[in-house]
T-cell receptor
Framework: DQQVKQNSPSLSVQEGRISILNCDYT??????FLWYKKYPAEGPTFLIS?????DKNEDGRFTVFLNKSAKHLSLHIVPSQPGDSAVYFC????????????FGQGTRLTINP | NAGVTQTPKFQVLKTGQSMTLQCAQD?????MYWYRQDPGMGLRLIYY???????DKGEVPNGYNVSRLNKREFSLRLESAAPSQTSVYFC???????????FGPGTRLTVT
Protein backbone atom coordinates (compact mmCIF):
# COMPACT_ATOMS: atom_id res chain seq x y z
CA ASP A 1 0.00 0.00 0.00
CA GLN A 2 1.90 3.00 -1.35
CA GLN A 3 0.79 5.95 0.77
CA VAL A 4 2.93 8.45 -1.14
CA LYS A 5 3.15 8.15 -4.91
CA GLN A 6 5.23 9.85 -7.54
CA ASN A 7 3.75 8.58 -10.77
CA SER A 8 6.39 9.99 -13.10
CA PRO A 9 9.65 8.02 -12.87
CA SER A 10 11.43 10.60 -15.02
CA LEU A 11 11.07 14.12 -16.39
CA SER A 12 13.15 15.99 -18.95
CA VAL A 13 13.08 19.81 -19.08
CA GLN A 14 15.00 22.41 -21.04
CA GLU A 15 17.34 24.70 -19.14
CA GLY A 16 15.62 27.93 -18.16
CA ARG A 17 12.11 26.49 -18.32
CA ILE A 18 9.89 25.44 -15.41
CA SER A 19 10.16 21.96 -13.91
CA ILE A 20 7.03 20.61 -12.20
CA LEU A 21 7.28 17.47 -10.12
CA ASN A 22 4.11 15.89 -8.74
CA CYS A 23 3.27 13.79 -5.71
CA ASP A 24 0.02 12.25 -4.48
CA TYR A 25 -0.78 10.83 -1.06
CA THR A 26 -3.59 8.75 0.39
CA UNK A 27 -3.27 9.12 4.18
CA UNK A 28 -5.38 12.05 5.42
CA UNK A 29 -3.39 12.04 8.69
CA UNK A 30 -0.31 13.42 6.94
CA UNK A 31 0.22 17.01 8.07
CA UNK A 32 3.72 17.87 6.89
CA PHE A 33 5.32 17.37 3.51
CA LEU A 34 8.91 17.59 2.34
CA TRP A 35 10.92 17.42 -0.85
CA TYR A 36 14.39 15.91 -0.97
CA LYS A 37 16.96 16.01 -3.75
CA LYS A 38 19.41 13.19 -4.33
CA TYR A 39 22.53 13.07 -6.45
CA PRO A 40 24.12 9.70 -7.37
CA ALA A 41 26.24 8.12 -4.62
CA GLU A 42 25.11 10.72 -2.08
CA GLY A 43 22.46 10.82 0.61
CA PRO A 44 19.22 12.74 0.08
CA THR A 45 19.36 16.42 1.02
CA PHE A 46 16.41 18.41 2.31
CA LEU A 47 15.08 20.94 -0.19
CA ILE A 48 11.81 22.50 0.95
CA SER A 49 8.80 21.65 3.09
CA UNK A 50 5.22 22.70 3.71
CA UNK A 51 2.82 22.34 6.61
CA UNK A 52 -0.77 21.30 5.98
CA UNK A 53 -1.97 24.67 7.29
CA UNK A 54 -0.45 26.32 4.21
CA ASP A 55 -1.03 25.86 0.50
CA LYS A 56 2.22 27.35 -0.77
CA ASN A 57 5.80 27.74 0.39
CA GLU A 58 8.52 29.44 -1.59
CA ASP A 59 12.31 29.41 -1.27
CA GLY A 60 14.21 31.07 -4.06
CA ARG A 61 13.69 29.12 -7.29
CA PHE A 62 11.72 26.40 -5.48
CA THR A 63 8.02 26.54 -4.66
CA VAL A 64 5.89 23.77 -3.20
CA PHE A 65 2.12 23.79 -3.60
CA LEU A 66 -0.26 21.72 -1.49
CA ASN A 67 -3.83 20.85 -2.48
CA LYS A 68 -5.27 19.08 0.55
CA SER A 69 -8.65 18.32 -0.99
CA ALA A 70 -6.95 16.52 -3.88
CA LYS A 71 -4.22 15.05 -1.62
CA HIS A 72 -1.68 16.38 -4.09
CA LEU A 73 1.51 18.39 -3.86
CA SER A 74 3.87 19.69 -6.47
CA LEU A 75 7.36 21.16 -6.60
CA HIS A 76 8.03 23.94 -9.10
CA ILE A 77 11.59 24.88 -10.06
CA VAL A 78 11.95 28.14 -11.98
CA PRO A 79 14.19 28.63 -13.87
CA SER A 80 15.59 25.12 -14.16
CA GLN A 81 19.37 24.82 -14.16
CA PRO A 82 21.69 21.92 -15.13
CA GLY A 83 22.64 21.45 -11.46
CA ASP A 84 19.00 20.62 -10.73
CA SER A 85 19.41 17.30 -12.53
CA ALA A 86 18.87 14.75 -9.74
CA VAL A 87 16.30 12.38 -8.29
CA TYR A 88 13.59 14.15 -6.30
CA PHE A 89 11.67 12.43 -3.52
CA CYS A 90 8.57 13.72 -1.85
CA UNK A 91 7.92 12.63 1.73
CA UNK A 92 5.08 12.98 4.20
CA UNK A 93 4.73 12.77 7.95
CA UNK A 94 1.84 12.44 10.41
CA UNK A 95 1.86 14.35 13.70
CA UNK A 96 1.49 11.14 15.65
CA UNK A 97 4.27 9.37 13.82
CA UNK A 98 7.33 10.43 15.81
CA UNK A 99 8.41 12.44 12.79
CA UNK A 100 8.63 9.31 10.68
CA UNK A 101 8.73 10.04 6.97
CA UNK A 102 7.00 8.06 4.23
CA PHE A 103 8.73 8.54 0.88
CA GLY A 104 7.52 8.38 -2.69
CA GLN A 105 9.38 6.37 -5.31
CA GLY A 106 11.26 9.35 -6.69
CA THR A 107 11.33 11.23 -10.01
CA ARG A 108 14.54 11.58 -11.99
CA LEU A 109 14.76 15.13 -13.35
CA THR A 110 17.09 15.83 -16.26
CA ILE A 111 17.74 19.42 -17.31
CA ASN A 112 18.89 19.68 -20.92
CA PRO A 113 21.08 22.58 -22.06
CA ASN B 1 30.75 19.48 11.89
CA ALA B 2 30.48 16.27 9.85
CA GLY B 3 26.67 15.87 10.09
CA VAL B 4 25.73 12.21 9.68
CA THR B 5 28.50 9.72 8.97
CA GLN B 6 28.16 6.08 7.95
CA THR B 7 30.66 3.23 7.75
CA PRO B 8 31.45 1.33 5.68
CA LYS B 9 30.72 2.92 2.29
CA PHE B 10 30.66 -0.42 0.47
CA GLN B 11 30.35 -4.02 1.64
CA VAL B 12 30.03 -7.39 -0.04
CA LEU B 13 28.73 -10.28 2.05
CA LYS B 14 28.03 -13.93 1.37
CA THR B 15 24.61 -15.33 2.24
CA GLY B 16 24.47 -16.14 5.94
CA GLN B 17 27.22 -13.77 7.03
CA SER B 18 26.57 -11.09 9.60
CA MET B 19 27.62 -7.47 9.78
CA THR B 20 26.90 -4.19 11.51
CA LEU B 21 26.44 -0.85 9.77
CA GLN B 22 27.55 2.09 11.86
CA CYS B 23 26.01 5.56 11.97
CA ALA B 24 26.91 8.62 13.99
CA GLN B 25 25.63 12.21 14.07
CA ASP B 26 27.18 15.27 15.65
CA UNK B 27 24.13 17.57 15.53
CA UNK B 28 22.83 16.64 19.00
CA UNK B 29 19.67 15.22 17.39
CA UNK B 30 17.28 13.14 19.45
CA UNK B 31 15.88 10.93 16.67
CA MET B 32 17.72 8.59 14.32
CA TYR B 33 16.53 6.39 11.47
CA TRP B 34 17.64 3.59 9.17
CA TYR B 35 16.27 3.36 5.62
CA ARG B 36 16.92 1.16 2.65
CA GLN B 37 16.65 2.33 -0.93
CA ASP B 38 15.82 -0.08 -3.73
CA PRO B 39 15.22 0.78 -7.40
CA GLY B 40 11.66 2.04 -7.97
CA MET B 41 10.82 1.76 -4.26
CA GLY B 42 11.93 5.05 -2.79
CA LEU B 43 13.30 4.96 0.76
CA ARG B 44 11.69 2.56 3.19
CA LEU B 45 12.06 2.85 6.96
CA ILE B 46 13.66 -0.17 8.63
CA TYR B 47 13.94 0.97 12.26
CA TYR B 48 13.99 4.24 14.10
CA UNK B 49 14.92 5.59 17.51
CA UNK B 50 12.82 8.53 18.67
CA UNK B 51 15.17 9.20 21.57
CA UNK B 52 18.16 7.67 23.31
CA UNK B 53 17.13 4.37 24.86
CA UNK B 54 14.18 3.65 22.57
CA UNK B 55 13.90 1.84 19.26
CA ASP B 56 10.89 0.91 17.13
CA LYS B 57 10.16 -1.03 13.97
CA GLY B 58 9.53 0.73 10.72
CA GLU B 59 8.00 -0.55 7.51
CA VAL B 60 10.53 -3.31 6.69
CA PRO B 61 12.22 -4.53 9.93
CA ASN B 62 12.47 -8.27 9.21
CA GLY B 63 16.05 -9.56 9.15
CA TYR B 64 17.47 -6.53 10.96
CA ASN B 65 18.25 -5.44 14.51
CA VAL B 66 19.32 -2.04 15.81
CA SER B 67 21.13 -0.57 18.80
CA ARG B 68 20.97 3.04 19.96
CA LEU B 69 24.36 3.00 21.62
CA ASN B 70 24.14 6.60 22.88
CA LYS B 71 22.67 9.86 21.65
CA ARG B 72 25.20 10.06 18.78
CA GLU B 73 25.29 6.49 17.48
CA PHE B 74 22.70 4.16 15.97
CA SER B 75 23.83 0.84 14.45
CA LEU B 76 22.02 -1.60 12.16
CA ARG B 77 22.84 -5.31 12.33
CA LEU B 78 22.19 -8.02 9.78
CA GLU B 79 22.45 -11.32 11.66
CA SER B 80 22.25 -13.63 8.64
CA ALA B 81 22.45 -11.73 5.36
CA ALA B 82 20.22 -12.72 2.45
CA PRO B 83 20.38 -11.64 -1.23
CA SER B 84 17.08 -9.76 -0.69
CA GLN B 85 19.02 -7.42 1.62
CA THR B 86 21.16 -6.17 -1.25
CA SER B 87 20.41 -2.46 -1.16
CA VAL B 88 21.71 0.99 -0.32
CA TYR B 89 21.29 1.79 3.36
CA PHE B 90 20.89 5.33 4.65
CA CYS B 91 21.03 6.59 8.19
CA UNK B 92 19.30 9.86 9.10
CA UNK B 93 18.72 12.04 12.14
CA UNK B 94 16.34 14.81 13.16
CA UNK B 95 16.10 17.31 15.97
CA UNK B 96 13.36 17.36 18.59
CA UNK B 97 10.09 18.65 17.13
CA UNK B 98 11.53 18.90 13.62
CA UNK B 99 10.32 16.91 10.65
CA UNK B 100 13.39 17.53 8.49
CA UNK B 101 15.77 14.60 8.53
CA UNK B 102 19.43 14.82 7.61
CA PHE B 103 20.95 11.88 5.81
CA GLY B 104 24.33 10.23 5.72
CA PRO B 105 26.08 9.32 2.45
CA GLY B 106 24.86 5.71 2.47
CA THR B 107 26.29 2.18 2.54
CA ARG B 108 26.02 0.10 -0.62
CA LEU B 109 25.60 -3.54 0.45
CA THR B 110 25.70 -6.54 -1.88
CA VAL B 111 24.81 -10.01 -0.63
CA THR B 112 25.84 -12.86 -2.94
Amino acid sequence: DQQVKQNSPSLSVQEGRISILNCDYTNSMFDYFLWYKKYPAEGPTFLISISSIKDKNEDGRFTVFLNKSAKHLSLHIVPSQPGDSAVYFCAASAKEGAQKLVFGQGTRLTINP
Amino acid sequence: NAGVTQTPKFQVLKTGQSMTLQCAQDMNHNSMYWYRQDPGMGLRLIYYSASEGTTDKGEVPNGYNVSRLNKREFSLRLESAAPSQTSVYFCASSGAGHYEQYFGPGTRLTVT
